[in-house]
C-alpha cells in the first residue's frame, strides 16, 4: 500500500517533470531573442530536473544512491541559476540588446 | 514503473534533439550556448535515469562529473563572450 502511494507519487513528479521540459525546449525554440530564450529555458530546466530527480530518488529507495541524487539536486540547484545569470551578463555586457517590438516592425 | 522511466527517458531525448536545431540554426553565439546548457541539464537527468533502469550506480558518478563540466563550461564561454578572450590563469607572483 505504501510502495503503490511512494510510485504514484514518484510517477506524478517524473510526469511532471517532462512536462517543465517541454514548456522550455518550446520557449527555446519560439522565443524571439536570447534574453527571452534564457529566461524560459533556465527556470523550466531547473524545475523539471529537480522533479524528476526527486522522483527517481522515490523510485530507488532510501538506499546509498539517493545520496547521490540529493547531491545532484543540490548541484543542479546552485550551479544552473548562476550559470544563466552570468551568460546573460556576458550578452548584456557584450552588446546583445533586448528584442522589443520595434525590431519586428524594422524588419518587416 | 520502469516503463514509465524509459518513456521519460525517450521523451528526454527526443527534447534534446528538438533543442539541438537551435544550436545549428542560432543567429548568434549566445543563443547556441544557452541551448548547449540546457541539452546538458537534460543529459545529466537521462544519465541518472539509466542508472536507475539498468541498475548500475556507476552512472549517478558519471551524471555529477558531468554536470559540474558543463556548468564550467557555461562560465567559460560566458566569459569568452564577454571579454573576447579566454580566462587566463594568475602568474605566480
Known amino acids: 500500500m505504501i510502495t503503490l502511494a511512494v510510485n504514484a507519487v514518484a510517477a506524478l513528479l517524473i510526469i511532471a517533470g517532462c512536462g517543465f521540459f517541454l514548456a522550455g525546449s518550446i520557449g527555446l525554440l519560439r522565443l524571439p531573442d536570447f534574453y527571452c530564450r534564457l529566461h524560459a529555458t533556465t527556470k523550466c530546466d531547473i524545475v523539471g530536473a529537480v522533479f524528476i530527480l526527486a522522483g527517481v530518488g522515490l523510485v530507488s529507495g532510501a538506499e546509498l544512491d539517493s545520496v547521490r541524487i540529493v547531491a545532484l539536486i543540490s548541484l543542479i540547484a546552485i550551479t544552473s541559476p548562476t550559470a544563466g545569470h552570468a551568460l546573460a551578463r556576458a550578452g548584456w555586457h557584450a552588446g546583445y540588446r533586448p528584442w522589443t517590438r520595434e525590431d519586428d516592425d524594422e524588419s518587416e | ?93
Open chain 2, 1 to 93: 514503473m520502469s516503463g514509465l522511466l524509459w518513456g521519460a527517458l525517450l521523451f528526454l531525448l527526443v527534447n534534446a534533439l528538438a533543442c539541438l536545431t537551435r544550436v545549428v540554426l542560432g543567429p548568434t553565439l549566445p543563443d547556441r550556448i544557452v541551448a548547449a546548457n540546457v541539452i546538458g541539464t537534460k543529459t545529466v537527468v537521462v544519465l541518472v535515469l539509466l542508472g536507475v533502469v539498468l541498475d548500475q550506480v556507476i552512472w549517478l558518478d558519471v551524471a555529477l562529473v558531468y554536470g559540474l563540466l558543463s556548468f564550467t563550461i557555461s562560465l567559460v564561454v560566458g566569459r569568452l563572450i564577454e571579454t573576447g578572450r579566454l580566462p587566463r590563469l594568475e602568474k605566480a607572483p
